[in-house]
């Protein structure tokens, strides 16, 4: 599905205002109704001006009902429609609210498909449709700076081209489907631990190089028409209120029309707010309500800040088409058609980190398999805190193996192998003790679980290890301690290697583990994510060899976590404990605790600080840079067949750079080839990392086929950040351009020169 974004507007009929044959910018189709739009603020009380500013549910703000503006619906994502919920996120029990479960954000990263994003927000927008949704709160673009983060599953990559390019098309995608994106978190939001009060300090080159590119392109390229802030500071001041990223940046110089809507509990203030760029509150209504009003009725403020404030929102208004009531909620959220999209993703997704042994594609031999672990079993769509989507149904991964083993007439056996841990978060425990369940992600093997999974592996042909971890280790609201397997799978997979070396190990987590121990047990290993509901069929898919594996890691595993910067540089975990603002808001309501009380427990919370030591050098730029070895380099993924690159050439053509090169299927089967284009600087007199991602493209070849290929980007991409001008400069030069299957695979090199 290529995009085509004018075609499909228009022959949509919505009105989000990419009209046909427009040469306006993204964001300047937002102002083509702000003539009707001063009209309507020329009629409007003040009163009804703020009423629009702050939340009138936990998933709505007003409109202006005696003047036929309709109120505004939102929705969590950005990997599933969230179910109807009231007050304090209670579900309604509503009975067409199931959504489509889609692959999260780093399993949608790791198909490096501009396609497949464009279609998942596509697919995201077309069902807030049919729930009645104005904006989906997604997609989720802060940049993988922690391999411990734990949000990682629902970002994107540790690189901000490869996330730009993805939110760039995601963003297309959902609009085109007639549903605004709000972006988010804006920005620097790259931790869960004081997420809430935690003060980023880091220079504006590691900003503007690192940090803010995907939502720059996303706001510029495809046209955002809604901004989250984060909960944390950046350099002083609440992302709320920080005039900086909000006034100078976002509307400044990428030239944002739209609205900002603060995070759920992330307002602090009303006069540092409202001229700090904030334009809703979620939720409440304590500093943009009377508190606003007072403040221009006594001169404080002027009127003319909250009329701008109304004019952003009503531009998202009239350019998202109300859905009447009577149409929305009438069928089922969950859509064929948009469960193909999921499917399509998590088969794209999955990564073959290792196969040293040729163990996979399942071969025609294998009679009996072992499944062994239970994240084999486990559903994901749950959990996560505010991550979780009420599914129409999952496909786990046993179902999958399961169902693709009796087509094939395989016998599959199945063992728990090891305790899992299930963080219980809020309410009554459970009535008995679960077996299964360990008190403690640090928990070591149980021995009568051991010994069970041991037997079954000796008497298969082949074992299939699930290992990695869950939504309870990794969930919003805290990162993890440490990238450790939990629950004692290292134990198990050598006890099962040991009685069985025909291993595969598939790992089902949304962030980098660490895999020392694991690795010599494995002869092959898969990283299969928290793929939507239809990720245990695509997985299946891969291992029994129906398609080639063809995901592409978005993030660096390191060998161990104390190589990756900011644990090296000793900047991370601070030494601020303090807790996460918005869980903590909820705990102390349901504690019995008043607003008032709640304001001063946070007041007093610890201050910490989080320093960007390592500045630009994220990720892969940091271990190739200092020669750091890794465990799998970031966009590393094999396939069941092997590419040939040759023939490269390049040329600049105005202000783009364009390279070419031959690509070649080795194999007899069809398969898939993200292709990346690296540029290396000769002698520049600027600090840079070693290499640095610019263009990549996914390419399918039948057995034996070749194919041309272009990858084409803007010379000003290798612009830097100048500290001393404020700006950006090009430094003319000799350059690399580097093409390969991965950023520690390069098969081409050219050289040229930037005048």
Known sequence: MKHYTTILACLAGLAILTSCGNAMSPQDRLTVNDKKINEIIAQMSLEEKVEMLHSKTNMSSEGVPRLGIQDIKYTDGPFGIREENGDGFRPLGWTLDSATYFPTGSALAATWSKEMAYKNGWAMGKEGRLRGKDIILGPAINIQRLPVGGRTYEYLSEDPVLAARLSVEYTLGSQDAGTAVCLKHYALNNQETNRGSVDVIADERTMREIYLKPFEAAVKEGGAMCVMPAYNKVNGYYCSENAHLNNEILRGEWGFKGMTVSDWGGTHSTMGAALGGLCVQMTGDNYFGQALIDSVRNGALDESVVDAKVREILRLRFAIEPVPEDVANTIMTSQPETQKIAYEIAQKSIVLLKNETGNLPISKDVKKIAVIGQNAV??????????????????????????????????????????????????????????????????????????????????????????????????????????????????????????????????????????????????????????????????????????????????????????????????????????????????????????????????????????????????????????????????????????????????????????????????????????????????????????????????????????????????????????????????????????????????????????
């Not at 450790?484 to 190990?505: S, W």
């Not at 690795?519 to 060899?545: D, H, K, M, R």
């Not at 104390?562 to 601020?576: Q, R």
């Not at 086929?705 to 612009?719: D, N, W, Y």
């Open 378 to 755: 486990l559903t994901t769509a749950a959990g996560g805190i505010g991550a979780g989507v009420k599914t129409l149904y999952e496909i786990s991964p046993l179902e999958g193996i399961q169902k693709r083993a009796a087509d094939a007439g395989v016998e599959v056996v199945y063992a728990p192998g090891y305790k899992n841990y299930q963080m219980r978060m809020w309410g009554r425990g459970p009535a008995a003790v679960d077996p299964l369940v360990a008190n403690s992600p640090a928990e070591p093997a149980d021995p009568d679980l051991l010994a069970e999974a041991v037997e079954l592996a000796k008497d298969a042909d082949m074992v299939i290890f699930f290992g990695g971890t869950n939504k309870s280790i990794e969930t919003e609201g805290s990162d993890r301690k440490n990238i450790d397997l939990p629950n004692g799978q290292n134990e198990v997979i050598k006890a099962l290697y040991e009685a069985n070396p025909n291993v595969a190990t598939v790992l089902i987590s949304g962030g980098p583990t660490d895999l020392r121990f694991l690795e010599p047990y494995s002869p092959s290993i898969v990283q299969g994510w928290w793929n939507g509901l239809e990720g245990g069929t695509a997985l299946a898919e891969v291992l029994f060899g129906d398609i080639a594996p063809s995901g592409k890691l978005p993030f660096t595993f390191p060998l161990k976590l104390e190589d990756s910067p900011a644990y090296a540089l000793g900047v991370f975990p601070g030494k601020s404990a303090g807790e996460d603002l918005f869980t903590l808001r909820y705990r102390l309501d349901a504690t019995g605790y008043t607003p008032e009380q709640i304001q001063e427990y946070i007041a007093n919370l610890p201050k910490p600080v989080s320093e960007y030591k390592e500045g630009i050098f994220v990720g892969y730029r940091w271990f190739e840079t200092k020669e750091v070895p890794v465990m799998y380099a970031f966009g590393h993924g094999l396939s069941y067949v092997d590419f040939e690159y040759g023939a490269l050439s390049c040329k600049r053509k105005k202000d783009n750079m364009i390279v070419t090169f031959d690509l070649k299927n080795l194999g007899n089967m069809e398969a898939d080839e993200v292709a990346q284009l690296y540029v290396k600087r000769i002698d520049s007199k600027v600090e840079r990392p070693l290499k640095e991602l610019e263009a990549f493209d996914r390419i399918t070849l039948k057995g034996g086929e070749t194919k041309t290929v272009t990858l084409e980007f803007p010379v000003s991409e290798l612009a830097h950040w100048d500290m001393e001008t404020n700006g950006w400069v090009l430094e003319p030069g000799k350059i690399e351009i580097l093409v390969g299957s991965a950023s520690n695979d390069i098969r081409q090199t050219i050289q040229t020169e930037i005048k």
